[in-house]
């Protein structure tokens, strides 16, 4: 088990195809219902982020915890927790866009990350996205920055959601403008076209480490 402290952050280029060799050795790590799941989408870019969702998770939560026989589940709203350890009580969460897929683990309290990759929007989907206020935060901004602070802010509201401690039933409702209490929140940039928003209530830093798909297997 290794030692960390705060919320560490794994960060996966989804890479290129997987060769077969990889592939299933993936794939034989997972139980049949994940293996499954991953088979029903038709595109291999999708059963590929979602083979790598299921390793990471596992690998992560086994390498960073005492749970070795790592079981996860979802809740009614579709977000997975790991059960099996009444030792651990700590959080994770997963995201993906583009050429990344993200993860945060925290050994207390409750964790959120998202990623997405900056590309043209409309105005519309802009002002569906975010409050008033925010729309108005952006337009003070001067292009080019402006489509980066939108995304910005977007991934911050989706890290919020998926904490689950907001009480909005959609992320475009939370307003970032608003003093954010007793949940801390953190930026960075994968590269300049991939920002990544974490956020969570316990522990103290971000621990952020980069891997490369060979050492999931």
């Not at 992560?60 to 026989?69: E, F, N, P, V």
């Not at 989907?125 to 910005?152: C, G, Q, W």
Request: net charge negative; glycine share 4%.
């Amino acid at each position: 088990m290794l030692k960390f402290n705060g919320v560490q952050v794994f960060a996966l280029p989804i890479g290129p195809p997987l060769a077969t060799f990889e592939w299933e050795q993936y794939y034989a790590k997972l139980p049949p219902d994940e293996q499954t799941k991953i088979l029903q989408y038709q595109q291999w870019q999708d059963r590929q982020r979602a083979l790598l969702a299921s390793i990471i998770s596992r690998w992560a939560i086994q390498h960073l915890t005492a749970t070795q026989d790592v079981q996860i589940v979802r809740n009614e709203h579709g977000r997975p927790y790991a059960v099996g350890n009444d030792d651990w009580n700590g959080d994770f969460n997963l995201s993906h866009s583009g050429d990344w897929l993200v993860m945060a683990l925290t050994k207390n309290g409750h964790v959120g990350i998202d990623v997405e990759e900056i590309k043209p929007v409309t105005k519309d989907v802009m002002h569906y996205a975010m409050t008033e206020n925010e729309i108005t935060s952006i337009d003070k901004i001067v292009e080019p920055l402006r489509l980066k602070k939108f995304y910005e802010l977007w991934t911050l509201k989706e890290a919020l959601f998926k904490t689950a401690l907001c009480p909005h039933p959609s992320p475009h409702l939370i307003d970032t403008t608003d003093e954010i209490q007793n949940i801390s929140t953190q930026l960075i940039y994968l590269d300049e076209r991939h920002p990544v928003s974490i956020c969570w209530d316990r522990a103290s830093h971000i621990n952020l480490t980069v891997l490369h798909r060979h050492q999931l297997l």
